[in-house]
């Protein structure tokens, strides 16, 4: 059933329109819009006809695209009811529009929406009657500018309505306000105006559903739904196939089984990293673009050769060994650089970038993270285009204890470790713990952990076991992944077998913080003096 490919590359119009910037960091381009003049409105039939399962996979699939939607910089707004005899909205555009609601309150709802009693009555026409009083608010509200503004809506029913009247009457006075003529004439603005029904129940009214479309010619507008498709997996793969490949940090993040393809699509830059030269050492490391791959400079050691690195990415089919070209470590990483100091072993700098001798094919299973100061990184946190690299910092670590993720090798998979990074008046009192470490006999922590190291443990935080090390520290910002630091060295051995442990009392992790990192990270990764690779853009 094709309705993926039809709603995708409709849909698509409509989140991608107007100002085309170019996506260096996937060397394709990205049309989408950076104004937020698209409105959505969803309507949902929660009537006796409609099958309770039905209507849970409906909603599901309507919470996943609107997850999906969010990792685009356009924020609609968004009107979501559900509707039997009764109309119960449960996010208001007026709220949207007003700022009184947000992104996932409106999910919150959605979620929690319970349907009670089930009416017998269906009224389709009251659905739409409340989207064209939000419309005629919106026009109220914005005046002029409601000609630029896009209207979408979804309505999941299966036609079967009973009470109201006919609907048709309604969606033609939406039609005449969209298209701005009396006579409903849509001249050059149908595509401002796209409405996608979606059949759904065990009888579906064809004939009284197709005249509720609206839209783009030549575009699919009506879908019949089978019981058994999957919605949700449907739109999120429709808006992945568009060209979105490339953006950093997009990931399913909604797991409908606790497998190793989930798990791929959950953390589609996971890297690992198996050293085989005369000290072998496995790591873990982050698709950072697709030809690089961030991870720890200790990973390496002086005689390693780029053959002796074995880099291990999933291309799709399932997990591949690449060829690194090259690798380059952080020029003032040292270990020995603090001996006399009495830090047997200093970890400041550990930080290194592997060049893999060919880009990874990008795929809903392999695509990168997103790195701190980068343009692309600010588009994610929907950020201005004049942010700098500390207000993406202030957005990210904002917080005394600021949750941040790691993962460890694990069945199937990976394992997702929580901490909570110690900022601010906790730092020192998470860093003290270094001095416990074998092997140091400063009395000054800071000697060993630099302000380039973040802290966690503690806390009922996971601690980093052998393994882990290399491996992105992470934070998900909406449908978004950031990676803030990768992880770099403990206070104590716990757990050399690796897997999922708890801190104890005395255990502490410290992390690279690649705030502290950019000139590095930029040199190479942002390097437009060559003509190898597409650089990232770095702001200031
Ligand atoms: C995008 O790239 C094309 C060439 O690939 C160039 O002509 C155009 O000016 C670029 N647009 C922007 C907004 O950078
Ligand atoms: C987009 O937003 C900018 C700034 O708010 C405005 O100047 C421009 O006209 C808008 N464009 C559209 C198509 O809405
Ligand atoms: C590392 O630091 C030590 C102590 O300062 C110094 O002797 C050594 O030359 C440094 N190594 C490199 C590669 O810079």
Known sequence: FFVSEAFGSSIKESLTTLQPTNDTQAGRKIRISKNGTLNIYIALDISESVEEEHFKRAKLAVITLIKKISAFTVTPNYEILFFSADVHEVASIVDFYEGKITLESAIKNLEDFQIGDKSSGTDVNAALKKFEDRMAWIEEKTGDKFREHRHVFLLFTDGAYNMGGSPLPTLARIKNRVYMSPIGDPGSRLDYLESYVFGIGADIFDDDLLPLTAGTEGELHYFRLKKETNLAETFDNIIDENEVLGLCGLHRDYELTNDKDSKRKRYPWVVFINIQGKSPKKCLGSLVSSEFVLTAAHCFIFSDEPQDVKVEIDDGKGSKEKKVKTFKLHPQYNVTARVKQGVAEFYDYDIALIQLERPVQLSISSRPICIPCTKETSDALKLPGSATC??????????????????????????????????????????IKALKAKRITTTDPKVAVTDNFLCTGGDRDHIACTGDSGGAVFKNYESRTIQIALVSWGTQEICTGGGMRETTPESRDFHINLFKMVPFLKSILGDDDQDDYAPLTFIN
């Not at 998979?413 to 020192?428: I, P, S, T």
């Open 390 to 431: 500390r207000d993406q910092e202030e957005l990210l670590l904002k917080n005394q204890r600021e949750r941040l993720s790691f993962l460890t090798r694990t069945d199937p998979l990976v394992g997702e470790k929580d901490v909570y990074a110690k900022l601010g008046d906790n730092r020192d009192l998470c860093i």
